[in-house]
């Protein structure tokens, strides 16, 4: 759901130079039927939203993250994420790479300050919460050791606020494996909720992907 919503802004254009926002807000909205119509400038609740951690260097060298919501998969090897103009978007102007992780419960606190934070106004953020990091060995960012499940990636487009990665390697703490695989019930990550604006946990089984819907084929 994200991602498509990411795609349709991405390549929307409209002819008549009138933006999508003024073309929303100007069609009148008939009630639904048995529900509440919150209109489009309410919140979108396009759930979960994962709470990316973008991880980069600076021209001194020096680690920034920042958290972002507005992501997904790409293609099989790709990733787009939704990005205004940050430290974060400087930094990949000058490295072609960066990392993504992904906030658990046990990094809530640290995670918030990141996305409240700019680098620009506080350049030494990451060390201000105590996280370490390790130079990623296969792009040109870094690796913030707190977060277990990483992904390495180099830039393969950037523009109109839309960014586009190529990962090249997903690194994974042993904690959070089972038989060889991610595990999300221990790895624990968070989602970001609009409605509520709260972050929720995410990670019991409730259904077999491919498998529970067989039956209505049957």
């Not at 106004?121 to 390790?134: L, N, S």
């Not at 707190?146 to 586009?164: A, F, I, Q, R």
Request: hydrophobic share 40%; with cysteine; net charge negative.
């Amino acid at each position: 759901m994200i991602l498509a919503v990411l795609l349709s802004l991405a390549g929307c254009k409209n002819t008549d130079n009138q933006s999508i926002n003024d073309m929303s807000t100007n069609v009148p909205l008939k009630e639904v039927a048995g529900r509440k119509n919150f209109g489009p400038d309410h919140a979108l609740v396009t759930t979960p939203q994962p709470c990316v951690m973008i991880a980069t260097w600076d021209k001194d060298h020096t680690p920034d993250v920042m958290m972002a919501a507005w992501a997904g998969q790409y293609d099989f090897k790709q990733i787009i994420i939704s990005l205004s103009k940050h430290k974060t978007t400087d930094n990949l102007e000058l490295t072609g790479a960066f990392t993504v992780s992904f906030a658990d419960i046990h990094t809530v606190a640290e995670s918030d300050y990141f996305g409240l934070v700019s680098g620009f106004k506080v350049p030494d953020k990451v060390a201000r919460v105590g996280f370490t990091v390790t130079p990623s060995p296969n792009v040109d960012a870094p690796i913030i050791n707190e977060y277990p499940l990483t992904l390495e990636c180099k830039v393969v487009s950037w523009g109109d606020g839309v960014l586009v990665g190529e990962v090249v390697n997903m690194s994974a703490d042993e904690r959070i494996l089972t038989d060889g695989k991610v595990d999300l019930s221990k790895l624990q990550p968070i989602v970001f909720d609009a409605a509520s604006m709260s972050y929720r946990a995410i990670g019991d089984i409730v259904g077999k992907a491919w498998g529970d819907g067989k039956r209505f084929a049957e």
